[in-house]
């Protein structure tokens, strides 16, 4: 892991959590199959559908 990169880590989950998000710790190969192979770099989202 790149310097660094657990401390903007800690700051999203930070942000997120000060937004009213639930945050769970999940290990890296569910995130893998989560998101299906694409880039998720240690962070997946789930949310409702954006509506105009």
Not at 19 to 45: F, I, S, Y
Request: aromatic share 2%; charged share 15%.
């Amino acid at each position: 892991m790149q310097q660094g990169a657990g401390n903007r880590l800690k700051e999203v989950v930070a942000q997120a959590q000060a937004n009213g998000a639930r945050v769970k710790e999940q290990p890296r190969d569910l995130l893998d199959q989560l998101t299906q192979g694409a880039a998720h770099q240690g962070v997946v989202a789930f949310c409702p559908p954006l509506t105009p």
